[in-house]
């Protein structure tokens, strides 16, 4: 590889830009769909976590110095049970640690209960501009099944003071839902567009190992699932009616108006770096060794305990080979809409995409190529899994 070719690979990361990752892994109850690393305790030491949030992110910046955060975003569990005074000290230390873009992205995930609603004027105080509200569904019964703590009216009425206290809101729903017709999901996406202000996620159920839905599943006691076809049909269904609305499928299940896709999760999709802090967190960081991938203990009192005692809560760190990075970002960048960049990949990789496979694809109707990119078209976006089995062999 020539000089030119080394020093393009170790600024790939600039491709996708710079951000940080906090994971706040406490939730009121969870849900039994869900397989992240969320836990239900009776009580948080706020300031205990702050501090060693804070310590984390420190102790990052002094192996990225000199780095501009573009975008910082709060995950979960439910960030929204976070303190105003909690989110704001991390905030502190992430400004003390790198510079912010102009322009920065600063989202919280939450819940629509009446109790997180009540903080979200000093989110905004403290500096977060966008909202991820976790709705999930717009009928009381489906969100009953789903293990949510609030109702429909409890969500649009936390939406309704959202959009009044940050210009961007964004909310997540969950469709092919049990014994959910393809008119009902018409039906609950018509009130969703109605409502959205320019970003909206919407997810299949997926059934995960190791959740609740997962074990009811296995005994046979998860009934009325939509089959394939109905999936398929009510996925396709979705993409119409979202970019019929203006809500253009940017990601296989985010929409948004034009300019306002998330910028963090596109920082993932098109394989930027990460800093990530708290239990469980997973980055990404390009470091003059090579890039590398960061984990995090997952149980939150091992992790503290590492943060007080070891200065530091990461479990791993370990480069990623360059074969790696490229599966990495054919993986992630093929999910959007605008695909893949063929050049970064094959210097990522080493060599091209089989150029024998694509043709063959193309040909199906289920890729298209063009100014140096592979993208699904809208016939092979419900496909991906094998177009990417194709593409990775």
């Known amino acids: 590889m020539t000089a030119q070719a080394l020093k393009k690979t170790a600024e790939d990361w600039r491709d996708g830009g710079f951000g940080l990752y906090v994971h706040w892994p406490f939730c009121a109850a969870k849900c039994p769909y869900c397989d992240f690393n969320s836990h239900v305790v009776d009580h948080v030491d706020q300031s205990r976590w702050a501090d060693a949030l804070s310590s984390e992110i420190a102790r990052l910046a002094t192996d990225l110095p000199g780095r501009i955060l573009g975008s910082i975003f709060f995950g979960g569990g439910t960030p929204s049970l976070m303190l105003p005074d ?3 000290t991390v905030l502190t230390a992430a400004r003390a640690a790198w510079g ?7 989202t919280l995930e939450a819940n629509p209960t009446s109790v997180e609603k009540q903080r979200f004027r000093a989110y905004a105080e403290a500096g977060v501009n966008r909202l991820s509200m976790g709705v999930q569904a717009l009928n009381d019964d489906d969100l009953r099944r789903l293990g949510r703590l609030h109702s429909v009216a409890e969500a649009r009425a936390a939406f309704d003071v959202a959009r009044d206290c940050f210009d961007r809101v ?7 839902r049990q014994g959910q017709s393809r008119e009902a999901w018409r039906s609950e996406l018509r009130e969703a567009l109605s409502m959205a202000v320019d970003h909206l996620s919407l997810y299949q ?17 998860l009934r009325d699932l ?40 596109l920082l993932y999709w098109r394989q930027g770096d990460w800093a990530a802090v708290g239990p469980g967190a997973h980055g990404r960081l ?59 990949y094959a210097r990522l990789a080493g060599g091209p995409l089989d150029q024998a496979a694509l043709a063959a694809m193309e040909e199906l109707g289920v890729i298209r190529r063009g100014a140096g990119r592979v993208a699904a078209t809208r016939a092979g976006r419900p496909v991906l899994n094998a177009i990417l089995r194709e593409l990775a062999a």
């Open 86 to 88: 909690t989110v704001d």
């Open 100 to 106: 912010f873009a102009n322009d920065i992205e600063i």
């Open 170 to 176: 964004s909310f997540d729903l969950i469709y092919a």
């Open 205 to 221: 159920l997926t059934i995960e190992p190791g959740t609740a839905f997962g074990a009811r599943a296995d005994a046979g006691r």
């Open 226 to 265: 939509p089959d394939d076809e109905m999936s398929a049909d009510m996925y396709l269904e979705t993409q119409d009616m979202c970019g019929s609305a203006g809500m253009w499928g940017y990601e296989i299940s985010n929409h948004a108006a034009a300019g306002s896709e998330s910028r963090h999760n």
């Open 286 to 344: 390009t470091l003059p060794q090579g890039r590398g991938a960061t984990e995090s203990h997952m149980a939150p009192g091992a992790w503290l305990a590492a943060v007080a005692t070891q200065g530091t809560g990461e479990s791993l760190r370990a480069l990623l080979p360059r074969n790696e990075q490229a599966m990495e970002y054919l993986l992630m960048a093929m999910r959007l809409a605008e695909g893949l960049d063929e050049a970064r």
